[in-house]
Structure formats: structure tokens, C-alpha cells
């Protein structure tokens, strides 16, 4: 059985930062890409990044370009997420999630199929 833990989450102020972590356990066939994503109060769960198993296919959304960086470590089947200058909108519960392809992109376009989820860890920004 697959099972995804996150870690990292907690309150912090505007302007500081968190890293996230996410461990994988158990087999899964084939190399796959992961994925964060976020669901803030009140609204629908969102992509927010993506890398690709070789870590050279890397997808953010626009409001955290610049500011998130995603990593992962293959030997350790762990993601991250390192969120600098955090603003109180990046304020949801995060989830870590195993993706069905291999690349973050097909056709050049970011359309994320998450067969496995973790169980989220919120993550609060106060202004």
C-alpha cells in the first residue's frame, strides 16, 4: 500500500518561510513526477508545483514563481517544497501528491493526474 506523509506545516508571519516534506512509502511501478498541491479556505484544490522524475521538468503556478522551489531526493522517495516570503493568500492545507506520468508537462501543457495523495499539512500565514 502507497502511503504519503507531509510534514512542515505550521504558522509563521508574512515574510517567512517554511519547507515541506513528503515521504513515500511502499512500491509504486515505474518513475512518476510529483506534485504539491494546496487547497485555501473555502476554495478548490489548486496545483502549485511539480517535478518530474529526473527533476529537470519543474512546474509552478504564477503567484509562486520566485518565491517556492521543489526538490526531490529519489534515494529517499522524498519531495519538498520550500516556500520563502510567504503571504497570508498562500495560507491552505498542502498536499503532496504521486502523479501518473513520469514529465509535469505533455504537449507543453501542465495537466497533473495524481493517482496517490498524502493527508495534507496546513500550512497558515498571518499578515
Known amino acids: 500500500q502507497v502511503q504519503l506523509v507531509e510534514s512542515g506545516g505550521g504558522s509563521v508571519q508574512a515574510g517567512g518561510s517554511l519547507r515541506l516534506s513528503c515521504a513515500v512509502s511502499?512500491?509504486?511501478?515505474?518513475?512518476?513526477?510529483m506534485a504539491w498541491f494546496r487547497q485555501p479556505p473555502g476554495k478548490e484544490r489548486e496545483g502549485v508545483s511539480c517535478?518530474?522524475?529526473?527533476?529537470?521538468?519543474?512546474y509552478y503556478r504564477d503567484s509562486v514563481k520566485g518565491r517556492f522551489t521543489i526538490s526531490r531526493d529519489n534515494a529517499k522517495s522524498t519531495v519538498y517544497l520550500e516556500m520563502n516570503n510567504l503571504k497570508p493568500e498562500d495560507t491552505a492545507m498542502y498536499y503532496c501528491?504521486?502523479?501518473?506520468?513520469?514529465?509535469?508537462?505533455?504537449?507543453?501543457?501542465?495537466?497533473?493526474?495524481?493517482?496517490?495523495w498524502g493527508q495534507g499539512t496546513q500550512v497558515t500565514v498571518s499578515s
Open positions: 517535478i518530474s522524475w529526473s527533476g529537470r521538468d519543474i
Open positions: 501528491a504521486v502523479d501518473r506520468q513520469q514529465n509535469c508537462y505533455a504537449g507543453g501543457v501542465y495537466n497533473p493526474i495524481p493517482r496517490h
Open positions: 511502499g512500491y509504486i511501478y515505474g518513475a512518476y513526477s
